[in-house]
T-cell receptor, first 118, second 114 residues
């Protein structure tokens, strides 16, 4: 149980286009979803936190108008990279949080989406 | 959340135990120690967590010192598939702190050698 999926797993796009990444909790309802970004040979950096039905909270230095997050339901959050540029090329990972799960393990990560902007 | 310090890399022979250390000298009384790992180009995978008692599950054992200022993750019989970056994270426990995210440090690159 507690599987998180991401789609697409890999995307290549031209500079200036927008890309949407979906994050779904497949067998549970997520109260909160997190979006991380990871550049090569670096650790995961939190971009934003989103709660269903409310606006996302962005970390300092992350442009909210560039990285649009929509969390319309308890099982789906989307990240749209608008007007993507080569410097946005990265590995984007979402995680979903569920409260009250036995064993205390709360966050479940998706497999990640590799974005390459040409 | 308390800061953690891990060695940047370690090697381990296949079939032997891998012992990954983590220092967290500023840990607070209500903070847990979590371990995740990330295999190349995949999302992080939960391994284990604990507060003060040693913990064991099907993946690993977690040994926390009595003063809680450090811990060791033990993979009892490392395989090639255990090659990954291992992250030690300290944060408040389950259900506490609302929507608190996990803060990842630089982790330890464990390479299991054949």
């Amino acid at each position: 149980g507690a599987v998180v999926s991401q789609h697409p797993s890999r995307v290549i796009c031209k500079s200036g286009t927008s890309v949407k990444i979906e994050c779904r909790s497949l067998d549970f309802q997520a109260t909160t979803m997190f979006w991380y970004r990871q550049f090569p040979k670096q650790s995961l950096m939190l971009m934003a936190t989103s709660n269903e039905g409310s606006k996302a909270t962005y970390e300092q230095g992350v442009e909210k108008d560039k990285f649009l997050i929509n969390h319309a339901s308890l099982t789906l959050s989307t990240l749209t990279v608008t007007s993507a540029h080569p410097e946005d090329s990265s590995f984007y990972i979402c995680s979903a949080r569920v409260v009250g799960l036995a064993g205390g393990r709360e966050q479940f990560f998706g497999p990640g989406t590799r974005l390459t902007v040409l | 959340d308390a800061k953690t310090t891990q060695p940047p890399s370690m090697d381990c022979a296949e079939g032997r135990a891998a012992n990954l250390p983590c220092n967290h000298s500023t840990i607070s009384g209500n903070e847990y120690v979590y371990w995740y790992r990330q295999i190349h180009s995949q999302g992080p995978q939960y391994i284990i967590h604990g507060l003060k008692n040693n913990e064991t599950n099907e993946m690993a054992s977690l040994i926390i010192t009595e003063d809680r200022k450090s811990s060791t993750l033990i993979l009892p019989h490392a395989t090639l598939r255990d090659t990954a970056v291992y992250y030690c994270i300290v944060r408040v426990g389950p259900g506490v702190g609302s929507a608190r995210q996990l803060t990842f440090g630089s982790g330890t690159q464990l390479t299991v050698l054949p």
